[in-house]
């Protein structure tokens, strides 16, 4: 008996990896702890019941995408990506239209519907505080992250300007909704970046990715950080000692795009459908707090309330934030990147 | 008079044939370095002059001019570099000496110490440094607990980070030229300078010491070029705040639509590399010399 399970498993392995052979497709991501979660909650189950082999990669972001495009070179059948970069390299015609006729995104939140990316997830720009600085009653607005006399302490912020300006126009007064507003002009952005300078000698680092922001926390360099609030939650999982705030956060989503020109783009296509069903989509919270793009998700039963009203997209948590704007992304990235490059050699 | 004539025909076409057949000899390394070093150069140089637009434009280059920031990060990167060599002569050079006058077997043995770095990646290395030197890190805990200092000391994420790091990783660059000049010194010179009234002290800076130049113009060289296109350790040590050319490379691709900004970056490193080796060229002759004299 027990002989011949053996046999019949290993025949479908070797039948899967037969199958494997002839449909696989290479889905490139940010690697981290959020990869993991992407890997168990979409990838390895997709790849079980599509019967395909998914080679996955961890890569640079959309300049890699952009690197192979021009060049004819296109080894990546699908990038996870941020909605900003999504957005620019879309325009830059980088990317494939997404076939809106094979993936059902009917009960998507319509603003994570793009045309050329499809929500994944969503999640949340926040500050974090290490709880044996500052306890439970940490920051509660950018306003007190930058009050260095009420927090004293170190601070990490962001390298790019993605996700900066917003934060510090914010502890400069101005109100969630008019941020966008104040930004769109090179005064305001030299607004944003003065309130920086004012908070430059409290910071240690200019973080550049979510695991090192999720790692100063746990190391106990910084005292408090900007970053990624799922990082921050699996941190704390791992003993790390850190709270973070969806007051004032900034709300934004990942997406999945196919590059133009993707060896697999057929297949691609089909996979995209896969994993934005909610049965898959429901099963990312359990390995990282980001809440789906696929509002069914919520519907299956799986996320519980508990989970549910912990995630940033919770209708309670997603009132607290600003969403972030794909258009003033789209018009203003590139000069307020140069912008804040600039302040960084300061 | 008609035989010395033949002979010096033949051994002119000899030395042609000689030339020829090094030049066969040498063909395959000069191939590769046409095809991977001018060729992708050339492309570099013609494509920092394509502008965004896809047409001949000067605009990388003013880009650069009208950006203070640019300034700035040759600066860094060159303070960097300079710092790095500076700190790898002063720990390398004695201890060079130190290995010269060893035993052969033990002297082995330190230059395999001296190696031991090599073997690990630099990627492995530089995260080390993060792990050793941060406010939690090893180094603080110790002292700490051994009441050396009372709160943890800023040792990473900052200039000093970057350094520490850095010259860990190109101090054998500089150990091994100058531990190679050290060992080809006749001994007998240094009793020489002895027996003709010199303390060892003079006997050093006047003899020994003028000797190594060659080799340690040569190990400072290499440090200091190779610092120029450091990327790992600044990036991961330096905690964003030391933004050296590489890295600035790195962005502006992931800037840019085009290439252009990235590879007029490249450009101008390139060329005042190239400067740099000719000036250092220039006293690196002048030294050998009147240092190399001796040989």
Known sequence: ?346 | MQTVRINQSGLRTDERLERLKLFGLSSPALLMILVILVLPVGWLFYVSFIGANGEFSLENYERMISRKSYARIFWTTFQVSFLTTGLCILIGYPLAYFLSQLPPRLANLGLITVLLPFWTSLLVRTYAWLVLLQKQGLVNDWAISLGLWDEPIKMVHNMTGTLIGMVHIMLPFLILPVYGAMRSIDLDLMKAASNLGANPRRAFWNVFFPLTMPGLMAGALMVFILCLGFFVTPAVLGGGKVIMVSMQIVSNIELFVNWGAASALGVVLLVLTVAILWIASRFLNLEQMTGGGGH
């Open chain 1, 1 to 346: 008996m027990k002989l011949k399970t053996t046999l019949t498993l290993a025949a479908s392995l070797m039948a899967t990896t037969a199958i494997a052979q002839d449909k696989q497709i290479t889905v490139a991501s940010w690697g981290g702890s959020y990869q993991e979660a992407q890997s168990k909650a979409l990838f390895e189950p997709a790849e079980a019941n599509m019967g395909i082999k998914i080679k996955q990669e961890s890569y640079g972001g959309m300049s890699d995408v952009r690197l192979q495009v021009q060049t004819g070179q296109v080894t990546l059948d699908v990038v996870s990506s941020g909605s900003g970069s999504a957005a620019r390299a879309a325009a830059e015609g980088l990317l494939e239209e997404i076939d809106y006729s094979v993936v059902d995104a009917s009960s998507f939140i319509p603003s994570t519907r793009g045309s050329h990316c499809v929500g994944g997830d969503v999640f949340s720009t926040v500050y974090a505080w290490n709880t044996d600085t500052y306890g439970e009653d940490g920051p509660q607005s950018w306003a007190d992250f930058w009050d260095v006399e009420k927090f004293p302490g170190k601070r990490a912020y962001r390298n790019k300007v993605a996700g900066a300006l917003e934060p510090a126009i914010m502890a400069d007064g101005v109100a969630p909704e008019d941020v966008y507003e104040v930004l769109s002009s090179e005064e305001g952005i030299e607004r944003a970046l003065n309130k920086i300078r004012e908070l430059r000698p409290h910071i240690d680092v200019f973080w550049s990715s979510g695991a090192q922001h999720a790692q100063l926390m746990k190391d106990g360099e910084v005292d408090m950080t900007t970053g990624w609030n799922g990082r921050f939650d699996n941190a704390a999982k791992d003993g790390a000692q850190v709270m973070y705030s969806f007051n004032q956060a900034l709300l934004d989503y990942d997406c999945f795009a196919i590059p133009k020109g993707a060896p697999n783009k057929d297949l691609a296509m089909e996979f995209l459908a896969e994993i934005s069903k909610p049965e898959y989509q429901d099963d990312l919270p359990k390995y990282i707090t980001y809440g789906p793009t696929n509002l069914a998700a919520y519907e299956t039963g799986v996320i519980s309330a508990e989970v549910a009203a912990g995630l940033p997209s919770s209708p309670d948590n997603a009132a607290m934030q600003m969403p972030v704007s794909l258009e003033w992304y789209a018009e203003w990235e590139t000069i307020a990147a140069e912008m804040y490059a600039e302040m960084l050699t300061e």
